[in-house]
């Protein structure tokens, strides 16, 4: 069994395009239109392929749209597994406007699961006679899973020395922290929803991290900020990185996931906090050179990385 395992029960085959400006009722005439596997576990997936992991991505698929994800992946090589659904996997739509370099997402809900189906996933993978030192779960849960899947995950892998990462948002991320996991990316708008509190000044956020821990809710709190970069909290301290300084001209898509798996293949190979930061704020700086879901390159990371300045360790509360 593979080190690492992304878990993407809500997969999506992206389409991408432009057009020069977006108004209501008008028809709008696209350039040409793109098509990459999506969701976040299989955008974190491609990226630790590209970064030589030893990674499988877990899905759950179905129809067209299924069968064009899986090829898509295939085609990059990433080893896959992939539970077939009745339901057919969504699409999701993006367009960059080219006159502003604003980018409009139309994210669609995806089938709705039957509980055999969930309940098979959760079963599956708490039963893996090898379990993976990572069990990478990100992204929303379609209609019909229980909230707390994501929880039922974490408790169902205990005990069996698998890191269990979470990256969702709402109730589904609320109930996996009560369960307690390895690490958690939230953004700063789901940890003000989470802790219940404006989060205005660095100290805030830094603070509020710090306590996610301290509660036992995560080992770790990656906190993706856009282009105020990312903070990074576990027991050893806290670290606040700046973001790089580059363009998102061609859209933002994946840079959350692409920071996520780069941290993750950095944890991993056993790089200190500060310095897996540094690898993820990379990451979610090239995500921003090529459009659509194309993703980070491990070229443009590399290169990338060596212009992130070393993260700042940030006063920790006792």
């Known amino acids: 069994m593979p080190a690492l395992i992304t878990l993407t029960l809500n997969p999506a085959l992206d389409l991408a395009t432009t057009t ?40 759950l698929a179905g129809g067209a749209a299924g069968t064009q994800v899986q090829q898509l992946l295939a085609d990059e090589g990433v080893p896959t597994a992939l539970q077939a659904i009745a339901g057919d996997t969504r699409e999701n739509f993006s367009v960059v406007e080219t006159t502003t370099g604003q980018e409009f997402r139309f994210v669609l809900p995806g089938p709705t699961l039957q509980t055999a189906e969930w309940q098979a996933c959760l079963d599956a993978l708490a039963a893996l006679p090898t379990p993976p030192r990572w069990l990478i779960a990100s992204g929303s849960l379609p209609p019909g899973t229980p909230d707390d899947f994501y929880a039922r995950l974490a408790q169902a892998l205990s005990g069996r020395g698998v890191r269990v990462v979470v990256d969702t948002s709402g109730p589904p991320l609320a109930a996996a922290l009560q369960a307690g996991v390895a690490l958690v990316k939230p953004s700063l708008r789901e940890l003000r929803e989470l802790v219940q509190q404006p989060l205005e000044q660095a100290a805030d956020w830094c603070a509020a991290a710090q306590s996610l821990v301290h509660s036992g809710a995560a080992e770790t709190v990656a906190l993706s900020l856009g282009e105020q970069g990312a903070v990074l909290a576990t027991r050893a301290g806290v670290w606040q990185a700046p973001a790089l300084n580059v363009p998102a001209t061609t859209g933002t898509t994946g840079a959350g996931d692409c920071f996520l798996a780069a941290l993750v293949w950095a944890l991993d190979r056993g790089d200190a906090p500060a310095e897996a930061l540094r690898w993820g704020v990379a990451a979610g700086a090239a995500a921003l050179l090529h459009p659509g879901t194309t993703l980070a390159q491990a070229g443009d990371l590399h290169r990338l990385v060596l212009s992130v300045p070393a993260p700042v360790a940030v006063a920790t509360q006792p």
Do not use: E, M, S, Y
């Open 20 to 59: 020069d400006h977006v108004a209501p009722t008008h028809k709008l005439r696209c350039g040409p239109v793109q098509r990459f596997a999506g969701g976040g576990g299989i955008n974190v997936a491609r990226v630790l392929h590209r970064l030589g992991a030893d990674v499988l991505a877990w899905a």
